[in-house]
């Protein structure tokens, strides 16, 4: 990336000079920014092979094609960003949700089929006070005794080429599975914590 240092002025008429040469007057330092052959300039938002700034710490110098944002994943701020670019240039999922609030969802595929992995985001959790208050000595370490799943819905739909098998490790109850051109539906018990979907091909 190549930088070359501008300076930015008023002139007696009114107007307004972007130049390379420094001014006998007041001026602004930019800087103008100028992309290598073959790569591109971002600053997580805009992309151009060319831009005058005066925050060039802003912008890094990528790949065609890599797609750069300075944001966490976590903050939130790109989230919708990443699946819109996911869906354009990734392969298709062989397994796709339209309905699995509260969850945590794992995709993994082999020859055999596809496994799908929901577990609870979030809980409401308990310890055991009793053992808490006659401890001798203060721990982090907790006895829990009890973790429900909180905000998950009762009901998960999506698409796939064949009828899922339900696996649900954490309970003794059972799932009722219904499949129709394409589209399944689970409809699970309460408080279901991690759920197993098996699709065979």
Request: include cysteine.
């Amino acid at each position: 990336m190549r930088t070359i240092p501008l300076y930015r002025y008023t002139r007696p008429d009114g107007g307004v000079t972007v130049s390379t040469v420094k001014p006998d007057t007041d001026y602004t330092e930019l800087t103008r920014l100028v992309a290598d052959e073959g790569y591109v300039l971002t600053d997580g938002n805009a992309t151009t092979h060319c831009t005058d700034t005066d925050n060039p710490e802003a912008w890094t110098e990528v790949q065609p094609g890599l797609w750069y944002n300075p944001h966490r994943i976590s903050e939130e701020k790109t989230a919708g960003e990443v699946l819109e670019l996911c869906r354009k240039w990734c392969r298709p999922l062989p397994v796709a949700f339209s309905e699995s609030d509260g969850y945590m969802v794992t995709v993994f595929e082999n020859e055999g089929g596809v496994t799908v992995h929901l577990l609870a985001e979030k809980y409401d959790t308990d310890i055991d006070h009793h053992l808490d208050e006659i401890r001798f000595h203060r721990s982090r370490v907790n006895y829990v005794n009890k973790a429900d799943p909180m905000g998950v819905t009762r009901t998960l739909r999506g698409t796939a080429a064949t009828k899922p098998t339900v696996y649900l490790p954490l309970t003794d109850e059972t799932a009722e599975v219904t499949f129709e051109k394409g589209t399944f539906t689970v409809n699970l018990p309460e408080k279901c914590a991690y759920i197993i979907l098996r699709f065979c091909k």
